[in-house]
C-alpha cells in the first residue's frame, strides 16, 4: 500500500498543479493561433477562412476537436479563453486516462499507472524545453490548451485498444474500424502527434506476434481511417504530406542541447536494454527503435521537422523505467529500480520548478526557482477598445503571432502557412512598412492592397511617428502603439 500511496500522491500534486495553471493559462507560443482558429469557427462554423489573415483558404487547425471548441463557443457565448481552458481541462483528463490505461497494458501492479504518469511529466532533463507534443511538466505547464495535448492523450487510448484487439480481448470486430477512425482522428487533431500514435501502435502490433487474420482486420481499419482523413472538409489532408521541407527552418532547434533536455531520459534507456534482453519483441523497445530511427534520420538528412517525432522514443524509455520499478521479480533489482527513478523523479522535478510561477505568481517563488521561471506574454487584449473583429492590422512578426487571438487579422501570418499561397508577397509587404525611409505612398498602397485598418508600432523609435497618413490612438505595455489608418 505504502508503494503505491507514493506515486499516487506525486501524480495527484502534479496533476493539481496543472489544473491551477489552467486558470491563468499562460501565453507563449502558439496560444494565439489556437484562439484565433476558436474565434473564427465561433463566428463561421462551417467556412470559418483562414485563422490569421484576411483570405478565403483552408487551414490544418480546423480539426474535428477546434470544430468542436468553435461550437461550444458559439452555443454559449463564453470567450474564446474560456472555451480554451474547458478544452484545456478535457485534454487533460484525456491524457491522463489514455496513460492509466496503457500502463495498465504493461503492469498490472497499481503503481504503474501513477509512476508511468510522473515519469511522462518529469522524466526529462535540467534545461527547460518546451514544444507542443512534448509531455515534459514545463511545456505541458504552457501547451496544455494545444490540441497536441488531446491529440497525445488520445494516441494512449489507442494504444490501450490496440493492445486488447491483438490479445482477443476487445469486444468483437468493431474495435478495428474504431481504431483506423480513432487513428484518423489523432492524425487530423495534431499531425505530428499522429505520426507519434502511429509509431506507437505499429509497435503494439508487432511485438504482439500478429498473424495474418489481424494485420488484415488492422489493414481495414487504416483504410477506413484513410477515409475519414479523406472526407475531412476543413482542409485537405495528405496536402500536408509535402509541406515538411516549408517547416524544417522553424524545426531546426530540435536537434540542439539534447543531452541538457534529457539526460534523465537514459534512466528509461536502461530500462529499455533490460526489457530487450528478456524480449526482443518487447512493444517498448519497438516503440523506442522506431521513433529513434525516424528522429536520428531527420538530424542526418537534414529534415529537422522530423525532430517532433522524438516523443516516440522518449515515451517508450520513461514508461520502461516506471515499469520495471514494480514489475521486477526480485525485490532487490525492484528496489533499485524505485531508487533511481525517485532520484531521477526529484531532479527532473526540481528542473522543471519554475512552472510554480505560472500559479502563484513570480514575486513568491524563492530567488532559486525564480530564475527557473520563464515570463509568459502580456498579450495584445489592449488594442481591443479599438481594434474591433475581422479589422486587418499591420504588425511584424511577434504581434502577429498574438493579435489574431481576439479577432483581428494581420496582414502576414505569424507562422507558417502552406495554404496560402501569397505568403511571402504578405511577408515582403510586412517588411517594406516598417522599412526605414519608406516613402508614405508605398505604405499607402500597402494598406489598400490589403484592407489595412490599424497598425501596430514600436513607439517613437520605429519610423511611424510624424507620418500623416497615421493616427495614434493608444499605448501599451512596452512602448507598444496603435496607430490608426487616416485614410
Known sequence: MTRTALPLTGAALVLILLVLVTVRLPWIGDLGIHAATVERLRHRLLDPGNPLVDADTPSPYYSPWTVLLGWVAKATGLSVFAVLRIGALAALAVLVTGVWRYARTLSARPAAPPLALLSLLLLWGTTQFSWSGFLGLHSLALTVAYP?????????????WLARAVRGAAAGWRSW???GVLWAVILLVHQF?????????????????????VWGRLGAGAALGVVVLWAWPYYDFFALLGAGDGMDAVHRSLYRDLFGRYWLVLVGVAALGVRWWRDRRDVL???????????????VSGHWSWGRVLPAALIPAQLAVAVEAVESRRRAVRAVWSAVLGVALVVGAWGQ????????????????????YREPWEGYGWITRWVGYGDVV?????PARQIPAYGAY?????????FLADEAERAAAVRAYFSAGVAGSVRRGIEREYGVRWVVGRGDGDGLRGDPGLRLVGRGPGGEVLYAVAG
Open 148 to 160: 497536441s495535448v488531446l491529440a497525445l492523450g488520445l494516441a494512449f487510448h489507442l494504444w490501450t
Open 410 to 418: 494581420t496582414v502576414a501570418p505569424g507562422y507558417p502557412d502552406f
Open 285 to 299: 523497445v519497438l516503440f523506442f527503435a522506431l521513433g529513434a530511427v525516424v528522429f536520428a534520420a531527420g538530424g
Open 193 to 213: 502527434s499522429g505520426v507519434v500514435a502511429s509509431l506507437g501502435a505499429l509497435a503494439v502490433v508487432c511485438s504482439a506476434r500478429a498473424g495474418w487474420g
Open 177 to 179: 474500424p474504431g481504431c
Open 394 to 398: 499591420m504588425a511584424r512578426k511577434f
Open 353 to 372: 520548478a519554475g512552472v510554480l510561477g505560472y500559479v502563484v505568481g513570480r514575486g513568491v517563488l524563492p530567488g532559486v526557482v525564480e530564475e527557473k
